[in-house]
Every structure is written in C-alpha cells, then in structure tokens.
C-alpha cells in the first residue's frame, strides 16, 4: 500500500479552526479514516468515511465539531476541524482502514502536529 501524507496541522487559539489534508493516492476504493495521538495516549480514530462519502461517523469528543470529507478526484482526504479545544491537541494521521471493523491497513504517514492553545 502507498504511504499517506499528512499536513496542514500548528498552533491555535482554543475556539480556532484547522484544516487537515491528507494526500492518500490509490485509496479511491477505500474506507478512511483520522486518527490522533495525544503524548503517553493511544491512537485513536476520530472521524471516518466511506469511499464514496455516501456516510460518516465520528468520536463522540469531536462530533459537531469535525468534519471529514474527501475528494477521490484528487487522492485527498480532509478534516475540518472547528470549536478547538485543547484537548484536541495531538498529532493527527490519516489511514486507509477496513470499513467493517475500522481497523487501519494502511502504513502510517508521519502525522501532522495539532496544538490548541488555552
């Protein structure tokens, strides 16, 4: 599988905005997903969408406040994420992942770093 790549993550005011992109080439046909990653925590997933954006679920903690979308057209998954907390803060990757169980297969990229400020 091809490596995902992260960007658009950095530092915010709580109550800010971010725009998450995610170059994913070759995952047209698939589920995917967010996932984060807060220091001395596990990773876990955030939002996820079908590979045809025909449905969305996301995590509790972000629900209303994120949204993820995807342009197969372009390879791109986003995640617009609003209302930030600092609790939001965290590294953020993006996976392919198995729509059935939500397990990730694809290899991790590198993350981008999302740091909400109080």
């Known amino acids: 599988q091809v490596q995902v790549a992260e960007s658009g993550g950095g530092s915010v005011q709580a109550g800010g905005s971010l725009r998450l992109s995610c170059a994913a080439p070759g995952y047209t046909y698939y589920c995917m997903a967010w996932f984060r990653q807060a220091p001395g925590k596990e990773r876990v997933r955030v939002a996820h969408?079908?590979?045809?954006?025909?449905?969305?679920d996301y995590a509790d903690s972000v629900k209303g406040r994120f949204t993820i979308s995807r342009d197969n057209a372009k390879g791109m998954l986003y995640l617009q994420m609003s209302s930030l907390k600092p609790e939001d803060s965290a590294i953020y990757f993006c996976?392919?992942?198995?729509?059935?169980?939500?397990?990730?297969?694809?290899?991790w990229g590198p993350g981008t770093q999302v740091t909400v400020l109080a």
């Open positions: 969408i079908q590979a045809d954006s025909s449905s969305t």
């Open positions: 996976a392919g992942i198995a729509c059935e169980t939500g397990s990730p297969f694809s290899p």
